[in-house]
């Protein structure tokens, strides 16, 4: 990498066994990954370092899951991105089941992309 070029940085949020294994898209695209196997994990990072794409998966709250209030599991992630890093481009992967529920979402925060499983590496290479 030529110097003064940063690398950008993604973040994968991998809380469930259906969330693909993107690492060569990522790092044949000169992305630095990170991963996090919880959404806590992943908001204390945010703070000290903003990342430039976020791969997350998407669990709708049914009533009690989520206090009610918020939508999903990525509602609280996307309100600290307003704070922390409003340029980070948000790539959601859903369940076909719950695909109805995720377009909420963009009031919070517009995504960059919504992609059912199962998705294949070149979903994701086209998006970064």
Known sequence: MPNGIKKRCLFSI??????PKLSEVYNNKAINE???SSMRKALAA?????????VAEFFY?????YAGINISNLDVLLYSLQKYAPEAKVIVLVDKKERK??????EILVLHAILTFPVASQDIATLL
């Open 14 to 19: 991998i809380e469930s066994p259906l969330h």
């Open 46 to 54: 945010l703070k000290k370092m903003p990342p430039d794409f976020i």
């Open 101 to 106: 529920y995720v377009d909420k979402l963009n």
């Open 61 to 65: 709250g049914y009533g009690n899951n």
């Open 34 to 36: 990170i991963r996090f």
